[in-house]
């Protein structure tokens, strides 16, 4: 359907309170009723960060040399990246707009030194392997750049199985990927083994922290175990960070970190042909929000760690209390050994079909994130789940499970069995339920 451009402008104001209304109806994240996508630490923060983030709106990280301000933000970002995750001052790095870009910036620079080093020549199709619990953005990487993903399987605790990453390397992969933590179940992959095989067969070793770069190293000065995985592990030559995570700077703002800028040069390109003039690009975008970088910048600053210990405390507290509630439930557990507040809750019965329960929860104006394997909830605590939100969470999916107990008709139903469904989907038998999603993205561009 064609919807042409008005002829005429609206008055601002009035755009203002129609763009106000419409975010009415998205989901009530503000309450605590999402379990992903937003991190929101405070009304004030957020107030803050609009102003940093208006403040550099029409600046462009493009040209640091025009936008001095800019590129001095995104050094210390860099370098105080650096110095939060156990790096040297030898470690170099650029922020991006997010978790992907560096992970696929991450990866390009993997490829682009092997070829550099001449260990994959012509058509030799490079490889990378990784835990089959890595985020689907080094799918998207392995895609883009034409690289070979290689799975590795989990065991028993949810960490990817080292002897089975040992057994996938070969005189073409580029490097290895460990987690820290994973998305689905929040446990830390095991690095230091992940970072000693890499040493010992020449290939780099990638941990992708973009969600606990800035979670981990706070609970970690907090006291409380976190298995060992960030630059302070020999091996260790990348490490992907995001701010708009749980550093809780504005969208758009992430790290990527290399051992050295020998490895980051690969991350580059410059044009010395195009008639348009000399061109450098530290990234993928061409164009670079100021505003993100100036944000991250900001945030950091605002907090320092005393805030940010403060913050993660309490973090660290609601996650405590929603831990603890589900182990009254019976029925459901907490998968792995999760240090932090990013969490899976699997069922202990087949009298419990956490996808039914998920269901159970939507009456009951929650949106869980559902997990396929195993079949779980998924729960990522930020600020605005604190307190009471905690207690109800708890309290709600205590009465969700009881709802759907011992009735197998629940799975039939809803969101559940479609759930079902795809989770006992046989390998290789993906491709109708990947129709069906590639036409529900196609719906969404329909007005
Ligand atoms: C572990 C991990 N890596 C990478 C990403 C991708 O980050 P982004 O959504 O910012 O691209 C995510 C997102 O949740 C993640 O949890």
Same mark, same amino acid.
């Given at each position: 359907m064609t919807v042409p451009i008005p002829d005429h402008g609206t008055d601002r104001d009035t755009l203002l309170d129609q763009v106000r209304a419409a975010a009415e109806?998205?989901?009530?994240w503000h309450g605590g009723?999402?379990? %992903?996508l937003v991190y929101h630490h405070s009304d004030e923060h957020h107030a803050f960060l609009e102003k940093v983030v208006g403040a550099f709106l029409?600046?462009?990280? /493009?040209n640091p040399i025009a936008f001095q301000s800019l590129r001095r933000f995104e050094a210390e970002v860099v370098r105080m990246s650096a110095w939060l995750l156990g790096g040297d001052d030898e470690v170099a790095g650029t922020m991006s707009s997010g978790g992907t870009e560096s992970i696929l910036l991450a990866v390009k620079t993997y490829r682009d030194r092997a070829r550099a080093e001449g260990?994959?020549?012509?058509d030799d199709a490079p490889n990378l392997v990784l835990p089959?619990?890595?985020?689907?953005a080094f799918l998207k990487a392995c895609h883009l750049l034409d690289v070979e993903p290689r799975l590795a399987p989990i065991g028993d605790d949810l960490r990817v199985d080292v002897a089975a990453v040992a057994g996938l390397i070969?005189?073409?992969?580029?490097a290895v990927v460990g987690s820290a933590? %994973?998305?689905?179940? @929040?446990v830390v992959d095991p690095i230091p083994e992940l970072a000693s095989l890499a040493i010992d067969r020449g290939v780099g070793c990638h941990v992708?922290?973009? /969600?606990?770069?800035?979670l981990l190293p706070w609970v970690e000065r907090l006291g409380r175990e976190v298995p060992p995985w960030d630059?302070?592990?020999?091996?260790?030559t990348s490490i992907s960070a995001d /701010?708009?995570?749980?550093?809780?700077?504005?969208? @758009?703002a992430s790290v990527v970190l290399y051992r050295d800028a020998v490895l980051r040069r690969h991350q580059f390109q410059v044009e010395t042909g195009w008639p348009g003039g000399i061109w450098l690009s530290p990234?993928?975008?061409?164009?670079?929000?100021g505003g993100a970088i100036a944000g991250a910048w900001a945030t950091l600053r605002a907090f320092g760690v005393d805030g940010y210990l403060d913050l993660h405390a309490g973090l660290l507290g609601t996650s405590d209390r929603i831990r603890t509630g589900v182990a009254t439930i019976d029925g459901l557990e907490i998968l792995g050994?999760?240090?932090?507040g990013v969490f899976a809750i699997g069922s202990t019965?087949? +009298?419990?079909d956490v996808f039914a329960v998920a269901d159970a929860l939507e009456t009951r104006g929650w949106h869980p994130d559902r997990l396929l394997s195993p079949p779980a909830l998924h729960v990522m605590v930020t600020p605005v789940h604190a307190g009471e939100v905690a207690d109800r969470f708890v309290a709600d999916l205590a009465d969700s499970v009881e709802e759907v107990r011992?009735?197998? +008709?629940?799975?039939? +139903?809803?969101q559940a069995a479609m759930y079902g469904m795809v989770a006992t989907l046989p390998d290789g038998q993906h491709e109708p339920a990947e129709e069906f999603l590639l036409a529900l993205i196609d719906g969404l561009y329909e007005v």
């Amino acid at each position: 359907m064609t919807v042409p451009i008005p002829d005429h402008g609206t008055d601002r104001d009035t755009l203002l309170d129609q763009v106000r209304a419409a975010a009415e109806g998205d989901a009530d994240w503000h309450g605590g009723r999402t379990f %992903s996508l937003v991190y929101h630490h405070s009304d004030e923060h957020h107030a803050f960060l609009e102003k940093v983030v208006g403040a550099f709106l029409s600046t462009n990280a /493009l040209n640091p040399i025009a936008f001095q301000s800019l590129r001095r933000f995104e050094a210390e970002v860099v370098r105080m990246s650096a110095w939060l995750l156990g790096g040297d001052d030898e470690v170099a790095g650029t922020m991006s707009s997010g978790g992907t870009e560096s992970i696929l910036l991450a990866v390009k620079t993997y490829r682009d030194r092997a070829r550099a080093e001449g260990r994959i020549v012509g058509d030799d199709a490079p490889n990378l392997v990784l835990p089959v619990t890595a985020h689907p953005a080094f799918l998207k990487a392995c895609h883009l750049l034409d690289v070979e993903p290689r799975l590795a399987p989990i065991g028993d605790d949810l960490r990817v199985d080292v002897a089975a990453v040992a057994g996938l390397i070969d005189d073409r992969t580029i490097a290895v990927v460990g987690s820290a933590p %994973s998305y689905p179940h @929040g446990v830390v992959d095991p690095i230091p083994e992940l970072a000693s095989l890499a040493i010992d067969r020449g290939v780099g070793c990638h941990v992708d922290a973009c /969600l606990g770069g800035f979670l981990l190293p706070w609970v970690e000065r907090l006291g409380r175990e976190v298995p060992p995985w960030d630059l302070r592990v020999p091996g260790v030559t990348s490490i992907s960070a995001d /701010l708009h995570k749980y550093g809780f700077a504005a969208k @758009g703002a992430s790290v990527v970190l290399y051992r050295d800028a020998v490895l980051r040069r690969h991350q580059f390109q410059v044009e010395t042909g195009w008639p348009g003039g000399i061109w450098l690009s530290p990234t993928i975008a061409g164009t670079r929000p100021g505003g993100a970088i100036a944000g991250a910048w900001a945030t950091l600053r605002a907090f320092g760690v005393d805030g940010y210990l403060d913050l993660h405390a309490g973090l660290l507290g609601t996650s405590d209390r929603i831990r603890t509630g589900v182990a009254t439930i019976d029925g459901l557990e907490i998968l792995g050994d999760p240090p932090a507040g990013v969490f899976a809750i699997g069922s202990t019965t087949d +009298e419990v079909d956490v996808f039914a329960v998920a269901d159970a929860l939507e009456t009951r104006g929650w949106h869980p994130d559902r997990l396929l394997s195993p079949p779980a909830l998924h729960v990522m605590v930020t600020p605005v789940h604190a307190g009471e939100v905690a207690d109800r969470f708890v309290a709600d999916l205590a009465d969700s499970v009881e709802e759907v107990r011992g009735r197998p +008709e629940r799975s039939q +139903e809803g969101q559940a069995a479609m759930y079902g469904m795809v989770a006992t989907l046989p390998d290789g038998q993906h491709e109708p339920a990947e129709e069906f999603l590639l036409a529900l993205i196609d719906g969404l561009y329909e007005v």
